[in-house]
């Protein structure tokens, strides 16, 4: 038995400075930022979020501007497991620490280790 549940809504931004697209998306949704340069290479910011909502990251990229989910987990091999059963197909392990994965609608997401202290509660037990 493992758990999962919606971690993260990562905006993937094509371009030279993350600090712009920060403050714009900052004053959007009306969210603090919480850390600029979250792995100290400028391509990673948070913003602020209540303990009961999805982080908001905002990283640097080299592909065109999205949004893709992160799907946090307790145990990572068996919710990419989980996941291939239903579709998905893996694409790249990243650092050592993620899965870029690939919904049969072509849609990309992020399998990762949990992300809060607190997990719960909003999780999905899966056998």
Known sequence: MHHSKLSTLVLDCQCDDLRDATAFW???LGKPIAKVNVEGD???AELETADDEPLILLQKVEHPSRVHLDIETDDQDAEVARLEKLGAKRIAYVRGRW???E???GHRFCIVHK???????HLNRWD
Not at 115 to 121: C, D, E, I, L, V
């Open 42 to 44: 400028g391509n990673y």
């Open 99 to 101: 899965w870029v994965m």
């Open 103 to 105: 919904a049969p609608s």
């Open 26 to 28: 900052s004053a959007a």
């Open 115 to 121: 992300q809060r202290k607190a997990f719960g509660p």
